[in-house]
């Protein structure tokens, strides 16, 4: 275990549900990531937060709707999502940003289908 | 514009066999360059990474992989693989000032035969 969370480990939903993802990290890291991981795809960067603060959104659709409430959670709320945002979503840390040699810390990821 | 490439989408190996994942890389400066591992139902997990010094860094599980500027390489390698090394593994680059992007490779599924 690397000390990063993720709620639910699955989760199927419909094209006009809400539903939200959450990521807990209990390493004391202040910042953290949400990736996209497709089949045949790279891993998408979607959003980063420092402290709270988003720092990165990389062209991610608005039906995609990330929270930071303390430096140790983290949300991802969905929103009318489309069957193509069916992937695994993986919720990282790190120690410090602006720290470019520190490792990121993943969890275990939520497997998401949208039907 | 920073890029990850792993040519080989799936490497076989005879476990006892060494075995090469190959990554290359382009950025602009200097890299700071990360090799990950993703077991089945598992998010990624950290295995080295190079910042600078010693071209060949050692990690977990008895990987090592070696840096090398001129070929703008950073392969993965192990002296004799384990059947539990099977897994999916990611290169990943970030440049020097480069902003928050950590960029990953596309990721290369190593398959250990008993």
Same mark, same amino acid.
């Given at each position: !275990?690397?000390? @990063?969370?993720?709620?639910?480990? %699955? &989760? ?5 549900? /809400?539903?939200?993802? /959450?990521?807990?990290?209990? &390493? *004391? ?10 089949? /045949?795809?790279? #891993? ?6 420092? #402290?709270?603060?988003? @720092? ?10 990330? !929270?930071?409430?303390?430096?140790? %959670?983290?949300?991802? %709320? &969905? %929103?009318? #999502? ?5 992937? #695994? ?19 275990? *990821?939520?497997? &998401?289908? @949208?039907? | ?10 490497? +076989? ?11 290359? $890389?382009?950025?602009?400066? +200097?890299? $700071?360059?990360?090799? $990950?591992?993703?077991?089945? +139902? ?46 999916? $593994? ?25």
């Amino acid at each position: !275990e690397t000390g @990063v969370t993720q709620t639910p480990r %699955h &989760l199927v939903m419909g094209m006009t549900n /809400k539903k939200s993802l /959450k990521c807990e990290q209990h &390493l *004391g890291h202040n910042a953290m990531y949400w990736y996209k991981q497709s089949a /045949k795809k790279p #891993l998408e960067l979607m959003f980063v937060y420092s #402290l709270e603060e988003r @720092v990165e959104n990389n062209s991610v659709p608005s039906r995609f709707s990330p !929270e930071c409430p303390n430096s140790s %959670h983290l949300f991802l %709320h &969905l %929103h009318t #999502l489309q069957p193509e945002d069916s992937a #695994l979503y993986l919720c990282a840390s790190s120690l410090k940003l602006g720290d470019w040699d520190n490792e990121q810390f993943f969890g275990p *990821g939520t497997r &998401l289908t @949208v039907l | 514009a920073q890029s990850v490439a792993q040519p080989e989408d799936q490497v +076989n190996v005879a476990e006892g066999n060494p075995l090469t994942v190959k990554c290359t $890389y382009s950025v602009s400066g +200097n890299p $700071y360059l990360f090799w $990950y591992v993703q077991y089945p +139902n598992r998010g990624l997990q950290f295995l080295l990474k190079y910042i600078t010094g010693d071209n060949l860094v050692k990690g977990s599980y008895g990987f090592e992989a070696e840096f090398n500027k001129s070929q703008t390489s950073f392969h993965l390698k192990k002296p004799s693989a384990l059947v539990s090394d099977s897994a999916l $593994y990611f290169c990943a680059v970030r440049a020097h000032n480069a902003g928050n992007m950590l960029t990953f490779g596309g990721g290369t599924r190593l398959m250990v035969k008993p």
